[in-house]
T-cell receptor, first 114, second 116 residues
């Protein structure tokens, strides 16, 4: 039972470097999400994908791009990392076959941008 | 606009006692869902319990129960018989409005410390 798998778990970047955070789910969920979590600010939605082939902006999309490669995978890309993007990033997928709409989360990626 | 408010940044409870974590919400929708998640120090987000707005009974999951008071727009989490492993951050969330109901609106969380 892998659920939602995120890689890497930790990453340190220099300002201006690029990287892609990977996320995959094996629960056959249609919807997937990327959040960032900062101290005192709770979870903020960066982007989400309601289904394969569609993506939409969340609250804080600036500086990020996403790709919904297939139903299983949803990646988050930082093209030119900035110190303000130092955060913990979570990927989630949604069990939307039921009215409850429960989101299941990956273990998170701790990103530091120096 | 929809909003979730958790007014307790931090709470303490003695092991084996019960504790209530507060959550109030604001929405004009008639149909909505409320969630509680736990985030231990290891960092993962763990789904705990769900309450639908039309559910007549308060939700329960083991030692977790949700005290749902619709008229007061509150959805407090009650943890009975606290254990040391309950020390964590707890987040309340609400399902977004129809047409955008795959998004969750999140509170800022409450940090719970269980004392031995």
């Amino acid at each position: 039972n892998a659920g939602v798998t995120q890689t890497p778990k930790f990453q340190v970047l220099k300002t201006g470097q690029s990287m892609t955070l990977q996320c995959a789910q094996d629960m056959n969920h249609n919807s997937m999400y990327w959040y960032r979590q900062d101290p005192g600010m709770g979870l903020r939605l960066i982007y989400y994908s309601a289904s394969e082939g569609t993506t939409d902006k969340g609250e804080v999309p600036n500086g990020y791009n996403v790709s919904r490669l297939n139903k299983r995978e949803f990646s988050l890309r930082l093209e030119s990392a900035a110190p303000s993007q130092t955060s913990v990033y979570f990927c989630a997928s949604l069990q939307d076959a039921l009215a409850k709409n429960i989101q299941y989360f990956g273990a998170g990626t701790r990103l530091s941008v120096l | 606009a929809q909003k979730i408010t958790q007014t307790q940044p931090g709470m303490f409870v003695q092991e084996k006692e019960a504790v209530t974590l507060d959550c109030t919400y604001d929405t004009s929708d008639q149909s909505y869902g409320l969630f509680w998640y736990k985030q231990p120090s290891s960092g993962e987000m763990i789904f705990l319990i769900y309450q639908g707005s039309y559910d007549e009974q308060n939700a329960t999951e083991g030692r977790y129960s949700l005290n749902f008071q619709k008229a007061r727009k509150s959805a407090n989490l009650v943890i009975s018989a606290s254990q040391l492993g309950d020390s964590a951050m707890y987040f309340c969330a609400m399902r977004g409005r129809a047409g955008n109901n795959r998004k969750l609106i999140w509170g800022l969380g409450t940090s719970l410390a269980v004392n031995p």
